[in-house]
């Protein structure tokens, strides 16, 4: 069994068969997503992307997180391309199990980084491939499962005046001209996050989803402009991280599913010790 990921080592999965690949990148991926992503593109490299896919297939929503999560919007992750856009969508939908518990005592830096790391997350899923057929196969994907949809909306609550201006020419022209729109424009300011980054990540998503799935994009508004209107910008994320983590685990401890709480938590302990 590989123990250290080495390119020779790597190199060496075409050799294998189909169950000792598996087995090898699901190793890698309980130590190091970027290993074990680098396995499954040495094996699509040598074999084509369908022997990788087939690899993915044995793997759990679990074990694909962990190799995603170890990539973002500046080094883009081919598995996010390649695996199922189903689990994609149970994925996040698992995602939430790994935040911290939530408490009314919770700084609010470590709620807005919450909200952060999943639009990090959907932007590295979502915006790092230019292959409309895939985006719109995992927002299909995302659409049908309720938990993973609110996931898709979480980054957005409190940030209103973000979609207000995806539905105008506001933000082109504040980005043409070199201003700072959040001096332009005071409803900017209203939002819990305040990143002009991740604003701009916000705008960069909706414009997608607005082009690629309409309706989506439209019922997501209504579920936006709903957490809006009930609470305050704020409430509404600290409502979502709770509904989130609570809806993540029921399907965890469904009969449905194969992962308990405490393996998947304890995936987020060994990342925790690493870093």
């Not at 639009?119 to 719109?136: G, S, V």
């Not at 209504?222 to 989130?244: H, N, P, R």
Request: net charge negative.
């Amino acid at each position: 069994m590989m123990t250290n990921g080495s390119k020779d080592e790597i190199k060496d999965l075409a050799k294998r068969t189909a169950e000792e690949r598996t087995l090898v990148v699901r190793e890698l991926a309980a130590t190091s997503g970027r290993e074990a992503e680098n396995a499954l593109m040495s094996i699509a490299e040598q074999e084509g992307d369908q022997a990788a896919i087939a690899v993915l297939e044995t793997l759990n929503p679990l074990e694909i997180a962990k190799i995603i999560k170890e990539h973002d919007f500046s080094i883009p992750s081919a598995t996010a391309w390649l695996a199922d856009p189903l689990k994609i969508a149970d994925l996040l939908a698992l995602d939430p199990i790994g935040w911290q518990k939530i408490t009314a005592d919770t700084h609010e830096d470590d709620i807005i980084a919450l909200q952060e790391d999943a639009m990090n997350l959907l932007a590295t899923i979502l915006l790092t491939t230019d292959d409309e057929d895939r985006q719109k196969q995992v927002l299909a994907a995302l659409a049908e499962n309720d938990n993973s949809f609110f996931y898709l909306c979480f980054p957005f609550i409190g940030q209103g005046a973000v979609l207000d201006l995806a539905d105008s020419s506001c933000m082109d022209w504040y980005a043409n001209q070199g201003l700072d729109e959040e001096e332009e424009n005071p409803e900017m300011k209203k939002g819990v996050q305040t990143n002009s980054n991740y604003r701009q990540q916000l705008y960069d998503l909706y414009k997608l989803i607005d082009s690629l799935a309409p309706e989506l994009a439209l019922r997501m508004r209504g579920l936006i402009s709903q957490q809006g209107e009930e609470k305050t910008a704020w409430e509404s994320v600290y409502s979502s991280i709770v509904e989130l983590r609570e809806a993540a685990l029921a399907k965890i401890q469904s009969a449905d599913e194969k992962l308990d709480e405490e393996e998947y938590e304890d995936m987020f302990e060994k990342e925790k010790k690493e870093d």
